[in-house]
């Protein structure tokens, strides 16, 4: 099996649609990228110029984004029609969160014969993304097969009749093989990873898959009238089980789907009792539903299972209808009846705003406000039984048809045709020849495409070509700048399976925070007892604390290792001060970390009341463009009984980070694995050099390349190496 992924954060509709637009008129006007890519000009005729133009590079490639900016606008004081400086001008407002001027300074570039075509590419998209509020497209996009693994190829069999399907947020995915009795992890080239057989014991056609936030595993499986659990990091010892065949309580006959709520209690559709039984963590007998009662007829085939929107939502594949429950079994309505032909697996999408619904040979999505059908995807082939269908953590969907034992990857038409935003975030060539390269991978919804491998990347330098010709019987050596394919590449990590962590609390500083000050210390202190769960001394954690008072400050710098308690318990205890100013506090947060690593994240403890009209010097967009641009998650950790603000929802989702109460039942350690394990479409590779560095006075550029079904991603960036 060899194909091809694309995340984990996906914007609103009405970001998608209006980049959506923008991508299909790309896609069809623009002209395809030549193999070869060209950065503008190096060469300036003033020493001065070279010479902070040098110093500003490097000062980019190490995140100091802001000294950056002054020695870019220095070298446009020497050389003002040097298009290589203003570019960079542009790129460091980028990373900066100004996105308004980074347009200004490319948008003129754009023009010119000469500009780089991932150049046009980059500012359509920019453009795109920053007309958010400009209104939706009317229904769902539609998908289309990018990649499908078959199950059988001729005499090799890998896995028969998969039946449930669960992503990982590395881009690969569990299936749940019912006719080859075993689960499979798959990567998103398609390669299988690992074979689960259930041990000595076995697995007993497992049919339904599902997932806690700290990775334990639950498989129903049909013949066995029982539920494995595997717990997170054990998957090939003998699992626990719990239920047992019968009628009784807590008994199963024939369990299909399985579905787990935000509290973490397991839903099981007990198909041949007719009902769904509802089960602890642990995998005790809680409660069971679904029998006739009053206007509800009773479930009679319960084929799919989802937690979503507060309700579980239970597909009927006889009733063809979604039938609506409280987590206490109490019925609540009734939907799409009529419209369904057999539905059978249901999955969460949008952030839980609505279903995907597998329907026989066909993919539809429920949406839980309108409560409306929308068609996804229709299979060519009539006969197909699609059982399941997920979204992964790139964006695609994946659907199992069970009777062709194979699974679909699709991928929304307009996205396919756009491809990949590549982004080379920093050159480190400290000891060159050695040269290391970090790229950022999203789709072009701003998505991190995660799971790629060495084999998904190409990387070329640019370097000085010798050839010799016959000219008139003269031979003539000519000197070309090509780019050439670089040497002993390396793939030395990706974002996604870094254990590197570094966190900075932001504190609130208001008056408000009087009466949450306890409240402050017992959220702070639960969250630290989160990340050292299971990690020796926190050795490959950083924390830090800065405050957003009225003069913001950084109270402890990042230090890795166990934190110090009592100090950040110290500096919560600080006097108020009014007005306090989070937008500083934030963007104070936010440099502290820069350069960004892949797991580095800002953590705002507060009351949530924050008033965008009270910021000063800087906007809650440019914020928001910081934080994403530099690869910076945004927590929140919410105290007291206030809605959060809307300025807070705006950067959590924006930056794929979330909002938590500090009083949930569960305490913060869904926060401590949210920060831990988030998607990310960050890579660090690493190459030999065969450039000539000019004594670390020569500007030295780098392509990058990204392949993955059917799509790719480029850009090309200059580097200076160490003066010799």
């Known amino acids: 099996m060899n194909s091809k992924p694309r995340s984990a954060r996906r914007p609103g509709p009405a970001f998608r649609a209006a980049l959506l637009r923008g991508l299909i008129a790309l896609a069809l006007l623009a002209p395809a990228a030549p193999a070869v890519f060209a950065q503008f000009p190096s060469g300036l005729d003033s020493p001065g110029a070279t010479e902070q133009l040098r110093l500003g590079v490097q000062a980019y490639h190490r995140g100091r984004y802001a000294e950056a900016l002054l020695l870019f606008e220095k070298t446009l004081a020497y050389a003002p029609d040097s298009a290589l400086c203003r570019y960079w001008l542009g790129r460091a407002y980028y990373k900066a969160g100004y996105e308004a001027t980074a347009l200004r300074a490319w948008e003129p570039l754009a023009l010119r014969p000469d500009a780089p075509p991932e150049l046009s590419a980059k500012i359509e998209a920019l453009r795109a993304s920053r007309s958010f509020g400009s209104g939706g497209l009317s229904g769902e996009p539609r998908y289309v097969e990018a990649a499908r693994f078959e199950g059988i190829k001729g005499k090799q069999q890998f896995f028969q009749r998969p039946s449930a399907l669960l992503p990982n947020k590395d881009g690969s995915f569990y299936v749940a093989a019912h006719g080859s009795n075993e689960l499979l992890l798959i990567d998103p080239n398609g390669v299988i990873r690992e074979r689960v057989t259930g041990g000595l014991r076995g697995l007993d056609r497992p049919f339904g898959l599902a997932s806690l936030p700290d990775g334990t595993l639950f498989i129903t499986e049909f013949n066995g009238d029982r539920v494995a659990r595997l717990p997170a990091g054990d998957r090939l010892g003998a699992p626990a089980v719990f239920g047992a065949k019968g009628r009784g309580e807590g008994q199963l006959l024939g369990p299909q789907s ?18 769904v039984v509802k089960f602890d963590p642990e995998g005790r007998f809680i409660l069971s539903f679904g029998a006739k009662d009053g206007d509800f007829p009773g479930l009679a085939s319960p084929s799919g299972i989802v937690a979503a929107g507060g309700a579980i939502y239970v597909a009927d594949s006889f009733r063809r209808a979604l039938y609506a429950f409280d987590p206490s079994g109490n019925y609540l309505g009734a939907h799409a009846e009529g419209e369904l032909r057999a539905p059978e697996g249901l999955a969460p999408w949008k952030g839980g705003a609505a279903i995907l619904v597998a329907d ?88 991190p495409v995660v799971g790629l491998g060495l084999a998904n990347f190409h990387l070329a330098e640019r370097t000085k070509v010798s050839t010799k010709s016959d000219e008139g019987g003269k031979t003539v050596l000519k000197i070309e700048e090509k780019l050439v394919p670089v040497e002993k590449l390396e793939l030395l990590g990706t974002g996604t399976l870094t254990t590197s962590l570094r966190v900075l609390i932001l504190a609130e500083r208001s008056p408000a925070m009087a009466p949450q000050r306890e409240a402050a210390r017992a959220a702070l202190a639960d969250l630290a007892a989160a990340l050292s769960a299971g990690r020796a001394g926190l050795s490959a954690t950083s924390l830090g604390l800065a405050s957003a008072g009225k003069s913001p400050a950084l109270e402890l710098p990042l230090k890795a290792g166990a934190p110090d308690l009592p100090a950040y318990l110290r500096a919560l205890a600080s006097p108020a001060s009014e007005p306090g ?26 009351t949530g009341i924050v008033e965008e009209a009270s910021f000063a010097g800087t906007t809650l967009s440019e914020l928001g463009a910081l934080l994403e641009n530099s690869g910076i998650r945004f927590f929140g950790v919410i105290l007291g009984s206030a809605a959060p603000s809307p300025a807070l929802r705006y950067l959590a989702e924006r930056t794929g980070g979330a909002l938590y109460a500090a009083s949930r039942a569960r305490g913060l350690g869904d926060l401590a694995a949210e920060l831990r394990g988030g998607a990310s479409g960050r890579y660090r590779l690493a190459f030999e050099s065969k450039a000539d560095s000019g004594f670390g006075r020569a500007y030295l550029g780098v392509a990058a390349e990204a392949y993955l079904y059917k799509k790719s991603g480029r850009e090309e960036l200059g580097y200076y190496a160490p003066l010799r």
């Open 360 to 447: 026989t040979d066909r993919i539809l999505s429920f949406d839980l406000a309108t409560e409306t059908l929308s068609p996804l995807y229709q299979a060519p082939d009539k006969k197909a039984r699609i059982v399941s269908v997920v979204a992964d953590h790139n964006g695609n969907l994946l659907a199992a048809d069970f009777d062709a034992s194979a699974v679909s990857v699709l991928t929304e038409s307009p996205l396919l045709a756009a491809g990949y935003e590549l982004e080379i975030e920093r050159i480190v060539s400290d000891s060159f020849p050695r040269v290391l390269v970090d790229v950022s991978v999203k789709d072009r919804t701003g998505a």
């Open 581 to 606: 100013r989070f937008d500083l506090g934030l963007r104070l947060a936010a440099t502290s970390l820069l350069p960004a690593e892949p797991r580095d994240a800002v953590v705002y403890v507060g």
């Open 258 to 275: 399985v579905a787990c709520d935000a509290d973490g209690y397991i839903y099981v559709g007990d198909y041949g009792n007719a009902r």
